[in-house]
Structures are given as structure tokens and as C-alpha cells.
């Protein structure tokens, strides 16, 4: 036998099955149908390796787009769409005497990295306008489009508040992050949190997110980091116009346009009554100054 | 239009991955006006039946829009 020695670190898997709620030993947590599950990214941790963009490229089989480069530093992706479901936003600051100066404070002051991906949001905008049902709310409390049932109308796509759902421009139809309702359903967790290395992005109950995530913040003021808040918490920036709350939210060091989120998000269907009666009096006043100025011709 | 022969290794949603007789996977999305449904391509990856696949380039993706599926003779396996 002439194998090289390391050969015994890496030594073939004897399971013969997947291990059972396997998301117990990855992510602490177990998976059952009824809860609410979601995401917590702490930017603060994030180092932009983009290893859970490539993971949910692997896990969905999604192409890579957007080739060429996108002339935005080490970003490559540029953005959310139909065939990139996490993306990893790379924003150079300028604060600190200069983007590039010499004295710049702790915690990533000079640059910051953040792993955007759908929020699935409580009072999802996207799942309000689908005129067809493909857009729907799974038993993990994540917001789905069902590929089948999708007929490409693309009224998700203004709907989100947050520019997360596009339509393809190969298929036809409405693609976004699926928070892997798939692995989900078979005891796993999503792929891009498993990869992630840091723990930037983890993945569990929402109410246990939300108390680790409130812990973390009063942390990192306790470190000196006063400008961490939460985004998409209750009560929270994010989590306004209805939204409720985001089942993926984010810990910021900075204003939310910063990371390119809007500051108040809403729900489009906030608007659709105010439009509506814009409209109709519109109508009316065209309508009565066209009977004015005829009844005043015949006169 | 341009075909492939291989077998589909993998399926999600409306995307597969075509793996040739030469051993390379390729990453195909079903057309809209493809014949052939999402729901025929699990069965296919599970037979592991050989299949050519008519497509076109994708657009903006490294990538193909498979736009005819047709399942071969099994030759020689």
C-alpha cells in the first residue's frame, strides 16, 4: 500500500442513510412543521468569502449570471435575481478620514459585508399579489413559489419591497430564495448557513433567533459598537409598513440605505385602497369639470 | 438547435444537470415552451435513462434553455 498518509483523515462515510434531524448537530435546532424559522445574519461577523452564495448555487442547481465584471469592488453578483438567491454585498465606506486611511477603527470600519437574501416576511407582499397561489406560506413559516403553479405575471416582482423576487428571463417564471424548503422538510438546514464559517448567518426558530440576536447587540455595545441594531426585528427598522416582522433579519452597523435596504419598507397592499380612491376621485373631478365646460358651451 | 446526450443527475424545481457521455455535467432550465414538465424530470434522473436534450443558450446565465427533452435506446449498458 503505498497511500499517502493523510489519506486515513478523510476516510469514506459509513452511513447508509442521511442521519435523522440532522439540523440538531449543525444548527442546534430541530426542524417540525408549525414553527417559525428563519435567518440571523450578523454582519459584524461576515467576512464576504461568499461560500453560502456559492452553497445555495450547488444545493438549487442555479446558474451562474450576471457574467462579466460588475465594477463594485469584490462583488461579483451585483445583486438578488432569478438565478442568485444570496448575494453578498461588499460596500466600501468612506468614513474614517478617507476610504483608505491608515487609522480606522475596529469591526470591519472600513468595509462592510452583508449576505442579503429574501426576508420571508411575516405579511410577505410577494404572497399577497400572486394572482395564481404560486406564492405560499409552508408550514416552516417561509414564504415559497411553487414553480408549477407560476405563470410569470411578475406582480411579485414590485411588490417586495426589498427588490427580492425577479422573474427569468429563461423560463418565464418567478425564482427566489426558497429558505431550502426542500432540506427543510428532510431535517436539514439551508445550505448557506450550514456553509457559512463564521456563523454570520445562522439558521433556527425565530424566537430563539430573536432573543440570541438581542443578546449580540447589547454585546456589542458593550464592546463599543454603539451603532449595532437589529433590522426586521418587531418594532425594529425593516419591520414597518405592515411587514410585521422579517423571518430573516440582519444585525447593522450602519443606516439601512447603506446595505442598500430600504429604510421603511411597506406592504404594497398598503396602497392599494389610497390608489384606488386617488383614482376614483380623479375620475369624478374629470368628469364634473368636462360637464361644467360643456354645460357652460351650450349656455 | 444545438442537442446533448447524457443522463439527468439532478433535478430542482425546472433546473437539471445534463451529465454527458463524457462524464461533464451541464446545467440546463426547462423552457416554458419546452416539451416536457418539471414533474417528468425526477422520474428521468431516477431511471437514469439516457435522454438528448435539444436547447438553446441561456441568457445572461452560464447555462442552457433545454427545449426538447426525448429519452434514448439504452445501448449497451
Known amino acids: ?299 | 438547435m444545438a442537442t446533448m446526450d447524457g443522463r439527468i443527475t439532478l433535478v430542482q424545481e425546472s433546473r437539471f444537470q445534463l451529465t454527458d457521455e463524457a462524464g461533464v455535467s451541464h446545467l440546463f432550465t426547462l423552457s416554458p415552451w419546452c416539451a416536457a414538465e418539471p414533474a417528468q424530470l425526477r422520474p428521468l434522473a431516477h431511471s437514469q435513462a439516457p435522454v438528448r436534450v435539444t436547447y438553446k443558450a441561456g441568457v445572461d446565465v452560464i447555462g442552457q434553455v433545454a427545449q426538447r427533452i426525448d429519452v434514448q435506446a439504452e445501448a449497451g449498458r
Open chain 1, 1 to 299: 500500500m503505498n497511500d499517502h498518509p493523510r489519506i486515513s483523515d478523510f476516510s469514506g462515510s459509513d452511513l447508509d442513510r442521511m442521519i435523522p434531524d440532522e439540523s440538531r448537530f449543525t444548527a442546534g435546532v430541530l426542524i417540525e412543521p408549525g414553527k417559525s424559522y428563519g435567518f440571523f445574519t450578523d454582519t459584524t461577523v461576515c467576512i464576504g468569502c461568499k461560500a453560502c452564495e456559492v452553497a445555495c448555487k450547488e444545493w438549487n442547481n442555479l446558474p451562474a449570471d450576471h457574467i462579466g465584471l460588475t465594477g463594485q469592488s469584490f462583488d461579483n453578483t451585483g445583486e438578488l435575481s432569478a438565478n442568485t438567491w444570496r448575494h453578498v454585498a461588499f460596500v466600501e465606506k468612506s468614513g474614517c478620514g478617507g476610504v483608505r486611511d491608515n487609522s480606522e477603527a475596529p469591526y470591519q470600519s472600513g468595509w462592510l459585508m452583508l449576505s442579503d437574501v429574501c426576508k420571508h416576511c411575516h405579511n410577505a407582499p410577494c404572497l399577497e399579489a400572486c394572482p395564481t397561489g404560486a406564492i405560499f406560506r409552508t408550514e416552516f413559516d417561509t414564504v415559497v413559489v411553487q414553480q408549477d403553479i407560476c405563470n410569470g405575471c411578475g406582480y411579485c416582482v414590485p411588490a417586495c419591497p426589498f427588490g427580492v423576487v425577479a422573474v427569468s428571463e429563461n423560463d418565464g417564471k418567478a425564482h427566489k430564495c426558497t429558505l431550502c424548503y426542500d432540506r427543510l422538510k428532510g431535517g436539514l438546514e439551508p445550505a448557506c448557513s450550514k456553509a457559512c464559517p463564521t456563523d454570520s448567518i445562522q439558521f433556527g426558530e425565530l424566537s430563539d433567533l430573536q432573543a440570541r440576536a438581542a443578546v449580540r447587540v447589547e454585546q456589542l455595545h458593550g464592546q463599543g459598537v454603539g451603532s449595532a441594531y437589529l433590522y426586521g426585528t418587531p418594532g425594529a427598522p425593516g419591520a414597518t409598513g405592515g411587514l410585521e416582522h422579517l423571518n430573516a433579519f440582519f444585525l447593522l452597523t450602519d443606516r439601512p440605505e447603506v446595505y442598500n435596504f430600504p429604510v421603511a419598507p411597506t406592504r404594497a397592499s398598503n396602497r392599494v385602497a389610497p390608489s384606488l380612491l386617488s383614482g376614483l376621485l380623479t375620475v369624478a373631478a374629470l368628469a364634473t369639470a368636462a360637464s361644467f365646460i360643456l354645460s357652460s358651451r351650450d349656455r
